[in-house]
């Protein structure tokens, strides 16, 4: 069982470069969440889509850019990369929670270092 | 705005130490606490799902418990397989399907 796949594990991208963060479910889950990780800051929201053609802002939703291409995928840009930004990023999904909320699945995270 | 702190940060037991893990939390609403497990360079693995004040869930040496205010993860007699980073989340009324998390608290079972 996949469950929730990430690509890369690990990059390092100079400052001012863009890269995509590619996130795809395997469960028929219709949500799907990008969060990064920093120490002592715990798991924060960054986008989040809650069904197939919706996506919405997050926490911290400064510096990203999403897409969800599909039910299956969802996608995470960083269009000018900044030291900031180094950080471990988690890509979660869920079903669609209504009132009887159904937990998230994390996948394993993509490191990323920006320089 | 949605609040969740943990205690303490970090957790240091001898193999069969039973403890307590504090997960306190503010919100408007409540409609669900989860607890995650997060082992080094893994993503966080889900534990259990409290909804109500009075629930109680367990699994293995694991039990988790619910107030108004608060949440417990009870560890008893833990193993030295047992140590993690142990992660609260809550999810409110008005916040849909998105959890705020705590900072964690990190385990560590000594043999």
């Known amino acids: 069982n996949a469950g929730v796949t990430q690509t890369p594990k690990f990059q390092v991208l100079k400052t001012g470069q863009s890269m995509t963060l590619q996130c795809a479910q395997d469960?028929?889950?219709?949500?799907m969440y990008w969060y990064r990780q920093d120490p002592g800051m715990g798991l924060r929201l960054i986008y989040y889509s809650a069904s197939e053609g919706t996506t919405d802002k997050g926490e911290v939703p400064n510096g990203y850019n999403v897409s969800r291409l599909n039910k299956r995928e969802f996608s995470l840009r960083l269009e000018s990369a900044a030291p900031s930004q180094t950080s471990v990023y988690f890509c979660?999904?869920?079903?669609?929670?209504?009132?009887?909320?159904?937990?998230?699945?994390f996948g394993d995270g993509t490191r990323l270092s920006i320089l | 705005e949605d609040q969740v702190t943990q205690s303490p940060e970090a957790l240091r037991l001898q193999e069969g130490e039973s403890s307590s893990l504090n997960c306190s939390y503010t919100v408007s609403g409540l409609r669900g606490l989860f607890w995650y497990r997060q082992d080094p360079g893994k993503g966080p693995e889900f534990l259990f799902t409290?909804?109500?004040a009075g629930e109680e869930k367990e699994k293995e040496r694991l039990k988790a418990t619910l107030t108004k205010k608060e949440s417990f993860l009870h560890i008893t007699a833990p193993k030295p397989e047992d140590s993690a980073t142990y992660l609260c989340?809550?999810?409110?009324?008005?916040?849909?399907?998105?959890?705020?998390f705590g900072g964690g608290t990190r385990v560590l079972v000594k043999p």
């Open positions: 469960m028929n889950h219709n949500s």
């Open positions: 989340a809550v999810q409110a009324g008005a916040a849909g399907n998105k959890l705020t």
């Open positions: 409290l909804y109500s």
């Open positions: 979660a999904s869920s079903e669609f929670g209504g009132l009887d909320n159904q937990p998230q699945h």
